[in-house]
């Protein structure tokens, strides 16, 4: 679900409160600001409002915006100009051609359309593995059944090779816990987990990937998510990591999958000893 779809507004209380220049701002365009903040979650354009040619009526920008405001506002004309004007000369707000937008509210709902596509991708990837795991389980369910009725001997060796097969299968999902051993607290839990990377190993809850974005950066974090996504799809998750929040901590704190300069060795941590890059795979490291 994209941020506009959500039915309340994030609002950073620490960051409202000593956000420097809305504190220079009046309580009238204090309030003025909450309303518009509201206006602009629900906006085609997260985080702003396009001035439209049918809106331009006087050729004074703000007082025009103030005029297709105040239709959607409990104050007056003058009021709403007065605080758009205070808004925009302390930097709260900022215009770029005929769009009045806030800063921070844009950039969030790009990160939030970046974030729902990446999940999507990986749940369509999952979804097709699934969808070749059943297909190859009625098949063999059928050919069982044409086996049974010709050679009742042969239908015994069949079942031993399903039943290996089977084996192999819960191997291969005993990372994944049952449904019924799972408790309605834990359940709730996974639910609010999002998938990230292409393959959709990395799972993270909203909050942990909000405090990683903003203790890493974009640029470091998404390194780190391909870097470990790519790096589980490859062995299976062999290292059977589970918390995917502490495992992208040390991705970025041990520089994983970066050159080290001076032949040192990857931390202790890595996937393998075997240095590991997420467009070409393992390659066999360089003894010093």
Request: aromatic share 8%; glycine share 6%.
């Amino acid at each position: 679900m994209s941020r506009r779809e959500q039915p309340y507004l994030p609002l950073y209380v620490m960051d409202f409160l000593t956000d420097e220049k809305l504190v220079e701002c009046s309580a009238e365009s204090t309030g003025v600001y909450i309303r518009l903040m509201c206006l602009m979650h629900k906006s085609e354009q997260y985080g702003a409002i396009l001035l439209k040619q049918k809106d331009k009526q006087t050729g004074k920008q703000i007082y025009d915006f103030a005029c297709k405001l105040m239709r959607q506002m409990p104050y007056d004309i003058e009021t709403i100009e007065r605080s758009l004007t205070e808004l925009l000369n302390e930097g709260v707000l900022s215009m770029d051609g005929d769009v009045l937008f806030q800063r921070r509210m844009v950039r969030d709902g790009k990160l939030s359309d970046t974030r729902a596509s990446a999940g999507k991708r990986g749940g369509q990837g999952r979804g097709q593995k699934n969808g070749a795991r059943a297909f190859a389980s009625r098949f063999a369910s059928d050919f069982d059944q044409a086996k049974t009725e010709a050679n009742a001997e042969n239908e015994i060796e069949i079942e031993n090779e399903y039943e290996i097969e089977d084996k192999s299968e819960d191997e291969d999902n005993r990372d994944i816990p049952k449904e019924e051993n799972i408790s309605l607290p834990a359940r709730e839990k996974m639910s609010q987990l999002r998938k990230y990377g292409q393959y959709g190993w990395v799972k993270l809850t909203d909050d942990q990937y909000e405090r990683l974005q903003r203790e890493l950066g974009d640029a470091e974090l998404q390194r780190c998510i391909d870097y470990i996504d790519e790096s589980a799809q490859i062995t299976k998750n062999k290292n059977k990591w589970r918390d995917w929040n502490l495992v992208i901590r040390k991705c970025s704190r041990d520089r994983w999958g970066l050159s080290v300069k001076g032949g040192a060795a990857p931390g202790r941590d890595q996937p393998h000893s075997a240095e590991f890059k997420p467009s070409t795979g393992f390659r066999k490291a360089e003894s010093s």
